[in-house]
């Protein structure tokens, strides 16, 4: 019997979880707080996440998902309650 080669883990991994979960904690914040000035660039980053790949590329996916709903939301409550979206 053979045993498959355990696998390493790259750097690039690593990197791609922690900017997949910054994009989310971006986009969450920018719900309150002015959507259209800081969503763009969690959609940044969670698109260089979703480059990247990996073992994380489910949760960059997620990611993107989730800081696209954001932008959408927190757009149109900031319209809705006369909150500045810039």
Do not use: K, W
Request: net charge positive.
């Amino acid at each position: 019997m053979s045993t498959p080669a355990p696998t390493a883990d790259r750097p690039g991994e690593a990197v791609a979880g922690i900017l997949a979960t910054l994009a989310i904690v971006a986009s969450l914040v920018a719900l309150d707080y002015r959507p259209v000035r800081i969503t763009p660039f969690a959609i940044l980053i969670s698109l260089i996440a979703a480059g990247i790949g990996g073992r994380h590329q489910r949760l960059a996916a997620a990611a993107l998902a989730i800081s696209g709903a954001c932008f959408i939301v927190g757009t149109f409550f900031a319209i809705i309650t006369n909150h500045p979206i810039f």
